[in-house]
């Protein structure tokens, strides 16, 4: 299939998907109500039965959880913050907002007194929006259509996200990597993200750069990929493509606007050297320089068809190589590697002796550095 081809027919099917998720929103709303006590579920079903709700019920922490990553999932969850069973409603709350597939779901969080240190402890758990018992039906509601309005303006955002985790998948497991890679290189970013202090915007849309940096790779031959030995010119050529290639297959992704700069630019080179565009020191975005490093140490320690993975040490010693070289941002892959020896290395394990020479790094990375 030609590269046109193939990006006309993963953009329909990005398209598909949007549209679906647009007919969601025609739907009736999904309600999860969770609480042990019997009245206050009934309660909270008569306070919604003459809205357009699709109300379900969970007794327990566990089966709410379990209710909630149910497909269909719930548009919103309503859940007592100490309910019984196994988990507390703050601890389902923590568990589906760590969990990139769940996180955009609406949780409102029932509390017992609406203390201040209740709600502080619903607020560090995530929750989007908290009720004190008794609850008010007229409150209730208000809530709720806040909480609706939330859905449909995070309608879009959900089938992007949905869009991005499955290419990305797909695009990994092409490339030879493990099945949590995508999510690997996520976390890492978004730690790094918090390290040096991005906003919460910012470090949304750096876990979504970090998922689609490699998307356009599906348009590279796999003979490229799982080659062994460096690659022709041409061969070379063709994979310095897949950041704009990348770009391409996302530009229908109209909430993932802001991402396309780190798909199209986290393969430039700080000295000017890279690719696509050429851009040097800060002309590239900070979060497209967070996911090149990132790719990069995620890569080296990962099996690839080519090579083993390295260790971690290893990894980072050829990271600051890359910085002496000009690839990477000396300063930001020194504090890269900082927060990485903080999260990964909590014991002291021996540091690897540094590595000098091109020829000892391109034993270390395998046969051609550029498939890192």
Same mark, same amino acid.
């Given at each position: ?43 909270? @079903?008569?306070? *919604? ?5 699709? =109300? %379900?019920?969970?007794?327990? +922490?566990?089966?709410? #959880?379990?209710? &909630? ?67 008010? @039906?007229?409150? *209730? ?5 806040? =909480? %609706?309005?939330?859905?449909? +303006?995070?309608?879009? #955002?959900?089938? &992007? ?212």
């Amino acid at each position: 299939m030609e590269t046109a081809e193939l990006h006309s027919e993963i953009a329909q099917g990005i398209a598909d998907t949007f549209s679906q998720a647009a007919a969601d929103v025609e739907q009736k709303m999904r309600i999860l109500i969770a609480d042990g006590n019997a009245t206050i579920r009934k309660l909270l @079903r008569l306070g *919604l039965c003459d809205e357009s709700y699709e =109300i %379900t019920e969970a007794t327990t +922490g566990t089966e709410a #959880l379990e209710k &909630a990553m149910c497909r269909p999932e719930p548009h919103a969850i309503l859940i007592d913050a100490q309910i019984s069973g196994g988990l507390s409603g703050l601890a389902v709350c923590r568990k589906l907002k760590s969990d990139m597939q769940y996180r955009t779901i609406p949780v409102v969080i029932l509390t017992t007194t609406g203390s201040n240190e209740e709600i502080t402890e619903a607020v560090e758990a995530g929750a989007d929006e908290f009720l004190s018992k008794p609850i008010n @039906r007229g409150e *209730l509601k208000i809530r709720l259509r806040s =909480i %609706t309005r939330m859905h449909r +303006g995070n309608t879009e #955002l959900i089938g &992007a996200e949905s869009v991005a985790l499955s290419l990305a998948r797909a695009v990994a497991s092409k490339d030879g990597y493990s099945g949590g890679h995508v999510e690997q290189v996520a976390n890492y970013a978004v730690a790094f993200g918090k390290k040096i202090g991005l906003d919460s915007s910012q470090l949304k849309m750096l876990r979504y750069g970090a998922i689609l940096h490699n998307v356009g790779k599906i348009a590279i031959p796999d003979s490229i990929l799982e080659k062994t030995g460096p690659l022709t010119p041409r061969e070379r050529a063709l994979f310095h493509q897949h950041p704009r290639v990348g770009c391409d297959i996302c530009a229908p992704l109209k909430p993932l606007a802001p991402v396309l700069p780190i798909i199209r630019h986290h393969k430039e080179h700080f000295d000017g050297t890279g690719y696509p565009d050429g851009l040097r020191g800060d002309e590239i975005p900070i979060n497209a320089q967070i996911v090149g490093i990132v790719d990069v140490y995620s890569a080296l320690t990962n099996d690839r068809p080519f090579r083993r993975a390295k260790t971690h040490e290893e990894a980072l010693e050829i990271l600051r190589h890359r910085a002496r070289q000009g690839i990477h941002d000396p300063k930001l892959v020194e504090k890269f590697c900082e927060s990485i020896v903080e999260e990964h290395d909590k014991q002291t394990p021996p540091i690897m002796a540094p590595v000098e020479t091109n020829r000892e790094i391109l034993q270390a990375v395998g046969s051609d550095p550029e498939l890192i």
